[in-house]
């Protein structure tokens, strides 16, 4: 077993600051310790497990004094992770892989990409605090991913189901002829179930199977949108009642801002996440801006959808989003 090192003291006899950095994964989490001039401490493994968290921030704090931490994946791998050290009263900064070009040059290794995210939280380079996905937002999200894999689902079990109906029996394609899509799942879910082994009994049974899951998946999502529409009214309840903004694109912008929002420096930073703010472009004597390219895509194409204005749309949707975390001044007791 290794022996756990002294914790480094400065000049003075203070213990120093240090800086950690994670590389994580599904099973196990990589970490690196270093000091506050970029010296590497140590490096180590733990597994991704409550217990594993404990010990990864327990051996980080012998080093000295940890206040600071550069993790890489907060939103997947290190989301578990992220949480318990915002827990434990670290910062946690969201870090991106190390470039091409860099790892070119210093190779790879879980060790070098912990290193890495901790160096990258030292120099400056890493600035974006990471989401906490510990709150009503991290709910949304849940919903909102079930809900796109649902709708995805259904569209899928049309197009197959107007697929079979194209080469069906003459018979029963005519008799399902100029149906909307309603009325045609519901005239294929009713059809009498199909028995032997013969083509025309085929395409009965399927149409009838496909039909049936439409209608399942279409209740699934009513349902998701529910608990999206009450999760957002109990959130930020005058998002909904902005034009153009529905259950879908409230959740899109939501999820991107997180359950801190006020992690964004300000209106600004939130058109720059959702990538509709001016980027500079200019060379030379040419002075030009071009749009942003970057951000998230979902809160992007939100914005698209609300309206085309999207950088003033940015703008009244973080006065929403920020409004609903500032708490409610409790009324003046009477004397």
């Not at 327990?58 to 992770?81: N, P, Q």
């Not at 915002?86 to 910062?91: H, L, V």
Request: aromatic share 4%.
């Amino acid at each position: 077993m290794t022996r756990q090192a002294p914790p480094l003291h400065d000049t003075t006899g203070h213990p120093e600051d240090t800086v950690l950095g994670v590389d994580t994964h599904k099973d196990v989490h990589v970490a690196a310790v270093i000091t506050s001039t970029g010296a590497m401490l140590d490096t180590r493994s733990f597994p991704t497990t409550r217990e594993g968290y404990r010990q990864l921030l327990s051996w980080a704090r012998a080093f000295g004094i940890l206040k600071r931490a550069g993790v890489e994946c907060t939103g997947s791998y290190g989301a578990a992770l992220t949480r318990y050290l915002q827990s434990e009263g670290i910062a946690v900064t969201e870090v991106n892989q190390p470039d091409k070009a860099l790892r070119r040059r210093r190779g790879k290794t879980d060790a070098i990409d912990a290193a890495a995210a901790a160096q990258a939280v030292l120099s400056g380079r890493a600035t974006a605090t990471a989401k906490t996905t510990d709150g009503p937002v991290e709910t949304v999200r849940m919903f909102k991913m079930a809900k796109s894999s649902a709708v995805k689902s259904r569209s899928q079990a049309i197009n197959q189901l107007k697929a079979v109906l194209v080469s069906a029996d003459p018979a029963l394609r005519e008799s399902l002829a100029g149906l909307s899509n309603p009325k045609l799942i519901r005239r294929c879910s009713e059809l009498e179930t199909a028995t032997g082994a013969t083509p025309a009994m085929a395409a009965r049974h399927t149409l009838r199977l496909l039909a049936s899951r439409i209608r399942h998946l279409t209740e699934e999502i009513n349902d998701l949108t529910a608990r999206i529409t009450s999760a957002i009214t109990s959130y930020a309840p005058k998002l909904l009642d902005c034009y153009g903004v529905g259950p879908d694109t409230a959740a899109a912008l939501l999820i991107a801002a997180g359950d801190n929002p006020d992690r964004m420096g300000g209106e600004g930073s939130f058109a720059a996440l959702c990538g509709v703010s001016p980027v500079e472009a200019s060379s030379g004597k040419t002075q030009r801006r071009r749009l942003n390219r970057g951000g998230d895509r979902q809160a992007n194409s939100a914005l698209y959808t609300i309206r085309c204005l999207k950088r003033y749309v940015a703008r009244e949707i973080y006065q929403l989003i920020t409004v609903a975390r500032k708490p409610t001044p409790a009324p003046a007791s009477a004397d």
